[in-house]
């Protein structure tokens, strides 16, 4: 199969501090990868790199076997790469329900499907979307307070929020920075359940970034472990489990 996603070489330097070096690995649809390694190692600059965030990115990225790289973020937004951020980024203001139709618009846009269909079509389409959008959000046991503004609820209910947002529009390629960070732990394991689901289900390809390593370890398919701006190690989780280059540079025992 085709890997959805290629990285060969991709390396990212600030002004002098060497933040990836040579990146290479594959990532597939129906696949989930996380990335893991200590604070600083690189994971949140490579998913920079790949969603356009970076300019310096050095080496290729192909997305479906077209290359990305050089790309602007909302261009690369657009050919299906979507990103959650590591610190949020909702309409406060705006309800949970409302904040996930302005994800969908990035696809939907209905004055543009309204010239180009009539607005009855559109009105269709943006009907279509509302009830995606209550769905999604009752996947995730959202759905009493979809009508809420976003700043009235919980940091977990917020993050929750934000990832519904991200995948309401089913992107082939979906990167999570710390999904779970500020989740209890039974939202945790919802959370690792649903993002299991879009990949089984939906043939989502999902990278995410995580630091409980309990959550990596059951609900990952690939590790890949960053140290320094570099892979030291790529495998499934019992394979993770016993790298010892990787129980010492990164569990911090052998
Ligand atoms: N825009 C930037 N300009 C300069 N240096 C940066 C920039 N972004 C990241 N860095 C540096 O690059 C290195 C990797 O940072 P990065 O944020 O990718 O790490 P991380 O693995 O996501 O860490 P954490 O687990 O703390 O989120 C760090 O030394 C960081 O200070
Ligand atoms: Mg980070």
New binding site residues.
């Given amino acids: 199969m085709e890997p959805i996603l290629r990285l060969q070489d991709v390396s990212v330097n600030?002004?002098g501090?060497q933040?990836l070096t040579k990146v290479t690995f594959n990532s597939h649809a129906g696949e989930v990868r996380a990335v893991i390694?200590?604070?600083?190692?690189?994971?949140?600059?490579?998913f920079?790199a790949i969603s356009g965030y970076?300019g310096s990115t050095e080496g290729t990225i192909y997305f479906k076997g077209m290359p990305i790289h050089g790309l602007s973020p909302h261009e690369i937004s657009i050919k299906g790469v979507r990103r959650t951020f590591?610190n949020g980024g909702l309409f406060p203001e705006l309800t949970a329900l409302e904040n996930v139709l302005a994800g969908l618009h990035v696809q939907i846009d209905s004055s543009f499907l309204g010239i180009v269909m009539g607005l009855g079509e559109a009105r269709e389409a943006e009907r279509e979307g509302i009830a995606r959008a209550r769905r999604l959000l009752d996947l995730m046991d959202l759905g009493a307070i979809a009508d809420q503004p976003v700043k009235d609820l919980s940091g977990g209910q917020q993050r929750m929020v934000e990832i519904v947002r991200t995948l309401a529009t089913e992107p082939p390629l979906l990167l999570l920075d710390?999904p779970v960070v500020g989740l209890s732990p039974p939202m945790r394991d919802r959370m690792m359940e649903i993002i299991r689901r879009l990949a089984g289900e939906e043939g989502i390809g999902i990278m995410l970034?995580e630091?409980v390593i309990d959550l990596v370890m059951s609900g990952s398919d690939v590790i890949v472990v960053?140290s320094s701006?570099e892979v030291i190690a790529e495998g499934t989780p019992d394979e993770i489990r016993q790298n010892r280059e990787v129980l010492e540079a990164y569990l911090g025992h052998a």
């Fill in positions: 600030f002004s501090l933040a390694g200590p604070n600083g190692a690189g994971k949140t600059t490579l920079n970076v590591q710390e970034i630091h960053l701006g």
